[in-house]
Structure formats: C-alpha cells, structure tokens
C-alpha cells in the first residue's frame, strides 16, 4: 500500500478480494440517447495483465480480450480503446514498423475486435509510432534526408535524439497514411471497427501529424511552400 504523496504514510483498514463464479452480465442500458464510455489504455498490450492473460500469445489474449469485454460490459461501457502501436510495441501484423516485429505480430487487434463483436462493443486503435523505419524506407537517398524535420539552429534530432520528422514531406505523409489505410483496410469488415485515434504529445514526439513547436520547420521545403503560400 503506497501513498500517492511523498513523505506520508500510507493506510489500509483491509482489503477484500471477491471471487466472481458465474459470468458478468452485461448492463441493461438504452441502445440510444445515452453517453458513450471507452475504456482507454496507454500500453495497448497492458490488459493482458490487468485481465491476467495465461501467456502472452493469442490464446492467452483472446483470454484476457474475452474478460475485458465482459467487464465493460458489465460497468455499462461501449468501446475498448487502446494503443495498438507505440514505444517499441505493436499489436497487429504489419507491413509499416517492421522494427516492432512487422509481419511477424500476432494479431491483438484481431482478438480484441472478434470479443467486442461478441459483447456489442466498439473498438478503436490509437497511434503513437516512433517510425523507426523511415529511414530504412528512404535508405539510399542523398542528404539532405527527404524526412527529418530542421530547426531554427539547423538541428534535425529531438531533445530525446530520436528523429524528428516533417509532415509536410510528401515522403512522411505516404508512410502515415499508408501504415493507417493498411489498418483500416485489414479490420474494416468487422462491425465493431469504430475508427482510428491518433495520439499528439509533446513527451515522445516524432512529428508525424504535427509541427512540433515554432523552432522546427526551417527546411528548404518548408520555407518554400511558407513563401509560396503567403
């Protein structure tokens, strides 16, 4: 039992553990004119814990997909909603962020949509890729890089050293929109299919969808098109 506040003692009367022996029923609420409730994680592979997967395959996620569904259900939720790809993670099978494992991840994603067609739930797939591989996909190509983003002090890497990318490059936006249309057209049949989310924060920020801040943007590029468009 931890304190939320440093230097103060933490407390607990007891803690009771309650033991569920038949299966959660979903709520009974108005199929209209009610409020939507998703259940967002950050981690999209961080159910598997809370919902104590067996293993980490997709056996063990169809498990643990399979509770969580039933547990929103239960609390009167309508969408599960989680990070598919971020960090060094990615819970589908892809052509795009091959460094994630690519083609060779087993498809979560998959697995969490087929319980929440079971449940009636919708879902949604957030991203927040680092995008290591654009510069495998531009390899060979002169300086300077068709990707990385300029700053005013002529600097093409983050405070984090990892690029920073420009998404006025038509290079970068090709990459984006094809990782996300390979999404879409990969679970576009299932009814549960609600959409993609796309993730903006300043922590860990590859500059895929955004400009970053007012120090970035000083490529030949951008200026070009600034000059051009004003």
């Given at each position: 039992v931890v304190d939320a506040m440093p230097g103060l003692r933490a407390a607990a009367s007891r803690i009771r553990v309650y033991s569920q022996d038949v299966p959660l029923p979903p709520l009974n609420v108005p199929v209209a004119g009610g409020r939507s409730f998703a259940n967002w994680y950050e981690e999209g592979g961080s159910f598997l814990g809370v919902y104590a997967a067996p293993d980490k395959g997709l056996d063990g996620t169809l498990v643990a997909a399979d509770r969580w569904a039933r547990s929103v259900a239960y609390m009167g939720g309508d969408t599960l909603w989680?990070?598919?790809?971020?960090?060094?993670?990615?819970?589908?099978?892809?052509?795009?962020?091959?460094?994630?494992?690519?083609?060779?991840?087993?498809?979560?994603?998959?697995?969490?949509?087929?319980?929440?067609?079971?449940?009636?739930?919708?879902?949604?797939?957030?991203?927040?890729?680092?995008?290591?591989?654009?510069?495998?996909?531009?390899?060979?190509?002169?300086?300077?890089?068709?990707?990385?983003?300029?700053?005013?002090?002529?600097?093409?890497?983050?405070?984090?050293?990892?690029?920073?990318?420009?998404?006025?490059?038509?290079?970068?936006?090709?990459?984006?929109?094809?990782?996300?249309?390979?999404?879409?057209?990969?679970?576009?049949?299932?009814?549960?299919?609600?959409?993609?989310?796309?993730?903006?924060?300043?922590?860990?920020?590859?500059?895929?969808?955004?400009?970053?801040?007012?120090?970035?943007?000083?490529d030949d590029y951008t200026i070009g098109l600034f000059a051009k468009e004003t």
């Amino acid at each position: 039992v931890v304190d939320a506040m440093p230097g103060l003692r933490a407390a607990a009367s007891r803690i009771r553990v309650y033991s569920q022996d038949v299966p959660l029923p979903p709520l009974n609420v108005p199929v209209a004119g009610g409020r939507s409730f998703a259940n967002w994680y950050e981690e999209g592979g961080s159910f598997l814990g809370v919902y104590a997967a067996p293993d980490k395959g997709l056996d063990g996620t169809l498990v643990a997909a399979d509770r969580w569904a039933r547990s929103v259900a239960y609390m009167g939720g309508d969408t599960l909603w989680m990070t598919a790809v971020i960090y060094q993670f990615g819970m589908y099978p892809t052509r795009y962020n091959q460094s994630y494992g690519g083609l060779s991840n087993t498809d979560q994603v998959g697995a969490i949509l087929l319980n929440c067609e079971k449940y009636g739930l919708k879902y949604i797939g957030e991203f927040h890729p680092e995008a290591r591989d654009i510069p495998w996909y531009f390899q060979g190509q002169p300086d300077p890089k068709p990707y990385a983003a300029v700053s005013r002090l002529g600097k093409t890497t983050a405070k984090t050293g990892e690029p920073l990318y420009n998404c006025l490059f038509p290079a970068v936006q090709d990459w984006y929109i094809g990782m996300l249309g390979e999404f879409a057209d990969r679970y576009a049949e299932s009814p549960a299919f609600e959409g993609v989310s796309l993730r903006l924060m300043s922590w860990q920020n590859p500059g895929l969808n955004n400009f970053a801040s007012l120090d970035w943007g000083y490529d030949d590029y951008t200026i070009g098109l600034f000059a051009k468009e004003t």
